[in-house]
């Protein structure tokens, strides 16, 4: 028996939710692609502030010794494997993500690699 007491909640369309989606939901499948690059040794995928879309994806990525790679490789390297809103906006190249002593990465403290040294 209706009572017409019904609350509708709008479906998440806005790119903010996308991308909250997308690295809620998938940062591990986004790690995998950017892992399965020939030039990467490991990677991260944080997120970043942004004042448009809320939070991008930002991919932190270590390459393997003697290799070499530009972000827009690593991107295009997504690009036919992910959708569209879930590849990463952004790729840092650093030197080591930083780990616990098991060797577990510290998602946490990947925005201090920004603080440290700015892109």
């Known amino acids: 028996m209706a009572t017409g ?3 509708k909640v709008p479906a998440p369309t806005t790119l903010a ?15 995998r692609v ?8 490991m990677v991260a995928v944080g ?3 942004d004042a448009a879309k809320g939070e991008l ?8 010794a003697g290799a070499t790679a530009t972000a827009e490789d690593i991107v295009e ?14 790729v840092r190249f650093v ?7 098991t060797g577990k990465i510290l998602r946490r403290e ?8 700015p892109d």
Not at 57 to 64: F, G, N, P, T
């Open 5 to 7: 007491n019904a609350l």
């Open 17 to 31: 939710s996308l991308t909250e989606y997308a690295l809620g939901r998938h940062p591990a499948r986004l790690e």
């Open 34 to 41: 950017i892992a399965a690059h020939p030039a990467v040794a």
């Open 47 to 49: 997120r970043v502030p």
């Open 57 to 64: 994806a930002k991919a932190y990525v270590v390459l393997r």
């Open 77 to 90: 390297h997504c690009r036919g494997q992910l959708a569209a809103y879930k590849l990463p906006r952004l």
């Open 95 to 101: 030197a080591d993500l930083p780990k616990t002593s």
């Open 110 to 117: 990947l925005a201090t690699l920004d603080a440290e040294t």
